[in-house]
């Protein structure tokens, strides 16, 4: 089975500064990537996926994240954050093969100061 | 397009009353899942469903059920509600896929069993 920890619960950052989220996974087999942000009482939406090829994978709104495989890490960035990056950001993972669901992480509450 | 409609918004129940959250999307997707969000829990996979007359339990099925006659609709049952299903449950639906293409989110119903 798949699982999914994210490190920090909650991260503050000032407006203008880097801010990266960290994900880690666990898996026996290839997976799936995914990061989803949930803007306060809303449902979440997809910042961006890592299915295979290239390990740098850019998203919306300016956030990319890197696929490192021998740490088993799918960390987020984005180098200048702003107030409206204010929101509880997911980790997902899912098997590499058929329709397997995704499994998300604990989130990570980021809240940017102005 | 409406994308991902649940109802009702909010409800509260007494322990031991039933009913059902209301699932529909008009995208015509295949896939469609239930998940619940609990503080410092993330995102469960409660079930899911990979087309129509085909269901699956997630990760905490117990006291739920679904059904999936149409393509569109994918309505979730409390059969005797409890305090623990205090929650927000979320409705998601992709096509064929969510590797293939993003999940959508409903905007969530929010629940309070007394």
């Known amino acids: 089975a798949q699982s999914v920890t994210q490190l920090d619960s909650q991260v503050p950052v000032f407006e203008e500064a880097p801010v990266e989220l960290r994900c880690n996974y666990s898996?026996?087999?290839?997976?799936?990537l995914f990061w989803y942000v949930q803007y306060p009482n809303q449902g979440l939406q997809l910042l961006l996926k890592y299915l295979s090829g290239s390990t740098l994978v850019k998203g919306i709104n300016g956030f990319e994240a890197e696929f490192n495989k021998s740490q088993t890490s799918f960390h987020l960035r984005k180098p200048s954050v702003h107030i409206s990056d204010t929101a509880e950001y997911f980790c997902?993972?899912?098997?590499?093969?058929?329709?397997?669901?995704?499994?998300f992480g604990k989130g990570t509450r980021l809240s940017v100061i102005a | 397009n409406a994308g991902v409609t649940q109802t009702p918004k909010f409800q509260v129940l007494k322990t031991g009353q039933s009913m059902t959250l209301q699932c529909a999307q008009d995208?015509?997707?295949?896939?469609m899942s239930w998940y619940r969000q609990d503080p410092g829990m993330g995102l469960r996979l409660i079930h899911y469903s990979v087309g129509a007359g085909i269901t699956d339990q997630g990760e905490v099925p117990n006291g739920y059920n679904v059904s999936r006659s149409t393509t569109e609709d994918f309505p979730l049952r409390l059969l005797s509600a409890a305090p623990s299903q205090t929650s927000v449950y979320f409705c998601?639906?992709?096509?064929?896929?969510?590797?293939?293409?993003?999940?959508?989110f409903g905007n969530g119903t929010r629940l309070t069993v007394t």
């Open positions: 898996s026996s087999v290839s997976v799936y």
């Open positions: 997902a993972v899912s098997r590499n093969s058929g329709n397997t669901p995704l499994v």
């Open positions: 995208m015509n997707h295949e896939y």
């Open positions: 998601a639906s992709s096509y064929r896929g969510h590797y293939n293409s993003p999940l959508h």
